[in-house]
């Protein structure tokens, strides 16, 4: 009897840190580690990234001379109340520097880990051995690259930062009509968010402005930065 052996990958990096789960999509990891992942960046990108005490959002979009890249920092951390959305920083950069240059990969920083997905092992199980439709292909991997999971947690990250600037009472706003069982588990946390959303964009129209110009400027439909630098981070 012949032994198949699979080869071994080797691209010369450590396992990047996907996720805190102990689950973890292999597509999702082969994209990071062979590099093929930066051919699915999206722009404008966003990635979201924390330090010990500060938090910066870094955009990413096409800049108005050659293959070049327009790179914001916003510094969500220090923005002040009498401020529309966030101080930034803006530095152009070459296409083949932006997955190392210093505007891109900060220094002491973290990106917010990504939430990934993994198709639903029946989803490929009961179709006569067959792959599956391209339509439903393409739809696990749009989800797979951009879960709806990891675009709420951003928006969670986007928000606490938000609030803590314009309306940090708001906790306590909302504390009376939260009930108790909820906890503070990142579901439970998304629907308190959803809650003070609500309240704001009833009671406070300047701050729910301000808070539309944050999404506009920081929060994209696009594929995570977080997943596209992944590599560069670690």
């Known amino acids: 009897m012949t032994t198949l052996m699979l080869p071994k990958f ?21 994209l990071v580690r062979s590099g093929l992942i930066k051919k699915f960046m999206e722009l404008p990108c966003s990635i979201f990234v924390k330090s010990s005490s500060t938090k910066v959002v870094i955009t990413i979009n096409t800049a108005n001379t050659g293959k070049k890249y327009c790179v914001r920092n916003w510094c969500i951390s220090s923005c002040r109340e009498d401020q529309p959305i966030p101080s930034m ?27 990934c997905n993994s198709v639903e092992w029946k989803r490929n199980r009961g179709n006569n051995g067959h792959p ?38 708001i906790e306590y706003m909302i504390d009376e009509e939260v009930p108790h069982h909820w906890g503070r588990s990142s579901s439970s946390r998304g629907l308190i968010h959803t809650r003070q959303q609500r309240l704001v964009e009833k ?12 999404k506009k ?5 696009t594929v995570p930065g977080e997943l596209i630098f992944m590599k560069d981070y670690n």
């Open 217 to 221: 400027f920081m929060l994209f439909d």
């Open 89 to 115: 920083l803006e530095y152009i950069v070459g296409d083949s520097d932006l997955h190392h240059d210093s505007s891109v990969v900060l220094t002491g920083f973290t990106p917010l880990y990504f939430d």
């Open 132 to 169: 599956m439709p391209d339509y439903v292909y393409e739809d696990y991997f749009h989800k797979m690259l951009s879960p709806l999971s990891h675009h709420i947690k951003k928006e969670t990250f986007l928000w606490d930062s938000f609030v803590n600037t314009y309306l940090p009472s």
């Open 203 to 214: 009671n406070f129209k300047g701050v729910w402005r301000a808070w539309l110009k944050w």
């Open 10 to 30: 080797n691209f010369g990096t450590k396992m990047p840190l996907l996720t805190k789960k102990i689950g973890m999509n292999l597509g999702i990891e082969y």
